[in-house]
């Protein structure tokens, strides 16, 4: 303890000096001077790239988010940039911000420094969706773009999310090479200094052009048409999405849009909830009430960076219900797969992504459709990967991953719940217009292709001890899998960290062609899936339960749910999680 202390100690004496500005040396003295475990945190590490990107608490020091964490990430890309992009007369880079505290401030230091760089910047005028940022990058011909943003983390965190040429995330190799040039930045190294001539300010045009193509997505318009009073309570947690998402809704045709007002409020501090998660069923307890009062068909929230989005839906009882990721993912791909097909568009060039720990049932439904099917690790940015590998040669879908991240068409290269918005609502006409709420047309795909139940639990661990418990579990599962769950034979062990997996039956090890990721997943002889893997943006570990049984009548639903549920319980306190 004495030893990390005396390095974090000669670190934050560094934030001392005049290259920082008063109020972050004062910050750090407060802390020298009277908390060391607050000193201790805020510098026994630096900030990493994650699967998110670059994200942190809010404050001074090298572990947390400033403009001088910032700034050596900038700096470090922008270096990176040059020396990739040297033959090119320009580079061109583009910025976006959600609506958190600090990201106009952390945006506009973010332009000054490419711009200071000889960089052309595309920076938005105010906030906008993260991926109207991906789009932007993609429409401009930039070489990389920032996106400011913490996603759905609670309000003291955000992050810097950063993309390449094609619209998405830094992936393998360019995130560990601009991580490994941001090491070498020392602060006197980062120009601040900036070039107004270089910034050029971007909003509404980019919006409606945006908006336009996820318009061209719509598969039945004339369904829309005759159902277009499709009652649709939206919230946007005081983010993003509050004037892209009902904008989107409108062009493609529906008319009876509700806001949550209180939330409709911009603002970083989120005052209405707990949580500005989607995931989180709290985060819906407002727009839940009002869809109660309307008798509304839908619910849908999106999280501060408009990503991701929640749903809620009336059951048979009429009562509001809230989807889990993999369900919407499920009725999302369900319908783009059927209708697809039934408008002749499957040729046999077409297929469909979707993360390791996301619903085996978007398989088994793109094999009955004939398309194929791609499995990456979690983080959109390599559903994005499997994009730009295909472009030009096949045609995506859709795609999805548990955590509430959607996308259909190839103009956006990240999730994007702005156009998940539309294309959910076009589904739920859909079904409207068959006879059926969403909530029937998942019954009837658990009756046709199987009932998959999922679950997740996320443990938190906050801080560098946490940090260590997380690398512990991880070791302890990795050494010591289980041979059965619940009386069923564990068959196979997937290792993505050693990138080998062991069938445990014949005793082979078969080599799995995915990058190195911190992920194990047991498979059980009866099709129980366990899947456990560290956050890559959050101090968390979570754990993933995927169990599946027949459902042959739908009257049965509801009792078969139960019984998956107490399965996914029993399978928790077998591995002694709670």
């Known amino acids: 303890m004495e030893e990390l202390l005396t390095t974090v100690k000669e670190k934050a004496n560094k934030w001392l000096s005049n290259s920082f500005d008063a109020d972050t040396r004062k910050e750090v003295q407060d802390m020298l001077d009277n908390d060391e475990n607050l000193l201790i945190e805020s510098f026994y590490k630096d900030l990493e790239f994650g699967t998110g990107g670059l994200r942190g608490i809010m404050g001074a020091g090298t572990n947390r988010m400033n403009i001088y964490t910032v700034g050596m990430a900038t700096q470090g890309l922008s270096n990176y940039l040059k020396s990739n992009f040297s033959k090119l007369p320009q580079i061109k880079v583009a910025i976006a911000h959600d609506c958190r505290n600090n990201s106009r401030l952390f945006a506009e230091t973010t332009a000054k420094i490419f711009s200071a760089n000889g960089f052309k910047v595309y920076l938005f005028e105010s906030l906008r969706p993260t991926p109207e940022l991906s789009f932007a990058i993609r429409y401009f011909g930039c070489q990389s773009g920032v996106v400011i943003t913490a996603s759905h983390n609670p309000k003291e965190y955000n992050g810097f999310k950063a993309y390449w040429n094609d619209g998405s995330q830094l992936i393998s190799p360019h995130d560990n090479n601009v991580v490994d040039e941001a090491a070498k930045v020392k602060i006197d190294d ?18 409606e052009i945006y908006l336009d193509n996820i318009k061209a997505l719509s598969l039945n318009p004339e369904i829309i048409e005759k159902n277009k009073d499709l009652k649709i309570v939206y919230t ?29 409020v911009v603002d970083g501090n989120f005052p209405t909830v707990i949580s ?53 993912a499920t009725i999302l791909i369900y319908y783009l797969l059927n209708q697809w097909n039934e408008k002749g568009k499957i040729i046999g060039k077409e297929y469909i992504v979707k993360t390791i720990v996301t619903t085996e049932l978007l398989n088994v439904m793109a094999d009955k459709y004939k398309v194929k099917r791609y499995e ?7 559903i994005a990967e499997i994009l730009r590998n295909n472009e030009g040669k096949m045609k995506f879908i859709g795609g999805g991953e548990e955590s509430y991240g959607y996308l259909a068409g190839e103009f956006v290269r990240d999730k994007d719940a702005v156009m998940s918005c539309a ?50 579990m991880m070791e302890n599962f990795r050494m010591n899998p289980p041979e059965s769950i619940l009386g069923s034979d564990v068959l196979l062990v997937h290792d993505y960290l050693q990138q080998q997996s062991f069938d445990q039956l014949s005793h082979l090890r078969h080599n799995i062609n995915l990058p190195k990721s911190n992920v194990l997943q047991f498979i059980t002889q009866d099709g129980t899936k366990v899947s456990i893997r560290p956050s890559g943006t ?21 009792k078969l749910n139960k019984q998956l549920a107490g399965k996914i319980e029993a399978i928790i306190k077998e591995l002694k999680l709670r």
């Open 276 to 328: 500005p998660n989607p995931e989180e069923p709290a985060a819906l307890d407002m727009a839940l009430k009002e869809a109660a009062k309307l008798d509304a068909d839908i619910v849908m929230a999106t999280d501060p960076d408009a990503d991701r989005v929640g749903i809620a839906v009336k059951n048979n009882k009429s009562e509001f219900v809230l989807l889990n990721g993999n369900q919407t």
């Open 236 to 264: 946007p947690i005081h983010g993003t999405g509050v004037n892209l998402v009902p904008d989107v809704l409108r062009k493609f045709g529906f008319s009876n849009i509700y806001h949550i007002h209180e939330q409709d």
């Open 423 to 472: 294309l959910i609502a076009e589904a739920a006409a859909w079904a409207k217009e068959n006879g059926k709420t969403l909530y029937q047309l998942l019954i009837d795909i658990y009756l046709e292709f199987g009932f998959y139940k999922e679950s997740l639990i996320s443990i938190t661990k906050k801080g560098k001890s946490g940090a260590e418990d997380i690398k512990k």
């Open 190 to 207: 980062i120009r601040f200094d900036g070039n107004e001539a270089n910034i050029i300010s971007i909003g509404k045009e980019i919006d």
């Open 538 to 558: 959050e101090p968390k570990i979570k754990f993933y339960f995927g169990v599946r049984d027949e459902l042959t009548d739908k009257d049965d639903f509801e």
């Open 376 to 382: 990456v690790l979690t983080g959109f940015k390599y």
